[in-house]
């Protein structure tokens, strides 16, 4: 009878443990496989100047084209690939993809690319950007790395020196997704940050919070006194884009201006930004 009850709860704990090991490992297989096989894919998004409404750059975004679930966004297999020691080769194929794209844009304005924390904690990949650029033919200047606060908090010297290694190659560095993390605005000055990407959630109760408005004003502020670019993530209407414009935010990115779309439409982004301004466009206002 006991030896029954051990093998039942064995039983059980097998069952259980398969659901969400075998979900798991096949998310793994797969992953590994999708590296192998090449099967992703970067859509680009426009970032806009806030003043005058031209195009400004494009951030890369990576896509997981799955053979049997479809595209899979970023947010559920990033993490995963950081995990199984998958980032490094899948995001140099995203460095060199973007590289390469953006030096075969129509005009030469940037294109950001996001770095995961262990990229940034690989003492190779300042090398690593700088071979890329060369191999490429993309100028320096035209490439901004985007990273997150995470990244910098392990060790702020190693991070420190990380990022001015980063700085020779000639490409400039953003903070992303700032205010979401355990950071300061302390951090902007240990850090040389050419722009601190202002996170979506700050944008999406600008019109609701004075608190939202408060802490934007406090960023542009700062920004503005040392000289960083503040841009703003998220931007879906007219209304948080008046906001931004008031507390003189520099960039902004969103809905509102395009989606991310995959490099054979950017000549119809390209194109609709070849007025110069994006907000006199059909369906925006004109600024005031
Ligand atoms: P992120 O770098 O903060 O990128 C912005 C995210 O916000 C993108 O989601 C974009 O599609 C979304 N977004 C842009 N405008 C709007 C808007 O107006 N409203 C809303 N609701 N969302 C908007 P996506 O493409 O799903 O990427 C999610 C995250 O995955 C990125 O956040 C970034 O942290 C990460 N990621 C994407 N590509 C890469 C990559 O190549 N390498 C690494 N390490 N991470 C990446
Ligand atoms: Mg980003
Ligand atoms: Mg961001
Ligand atoms: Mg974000």
Known sequence: ??????????????????????????????????????????????????????????EALVRWRHPERGMVPPGDFIGLAEEIGLIAPLGRWVLERACADAALWPRPVKVAVNVSPRQLADSTFPDLVAATLKSTGLAPSRLELEITESALMHNVEAAKNALLRLKLTGCSIAMDDFGTGYSSLGYLRTFPFDKVKIDRSFVKHLAGTKESSAIIRAVTGMCDSLGIISTAEGVENQ?????????RCIEAQGYLFGRPVPMDELPAVFARFAGGNVLQMDGFARPA
């Open 1 to 58: 009878r006991a030896k029954h009850d051990g093998r039942g709860r064995f039983a059980f704990f097998e069952q259980a443990m398969d659901a969400s090991m075998q979900l798991r490992l096949r998310m793994e297989r797969d992953l590994r496989a999708a590296v192998d096989q090449g099967q992703f894919l970067l859509h680009y998004q426009p970032i806009v100047s806030v003043a005058t409404g031209a195009l400004a750059g494009f």
């Open 239 to 247: 209304e948080q884009l008046a906001y931004l414009r008031e507390e």
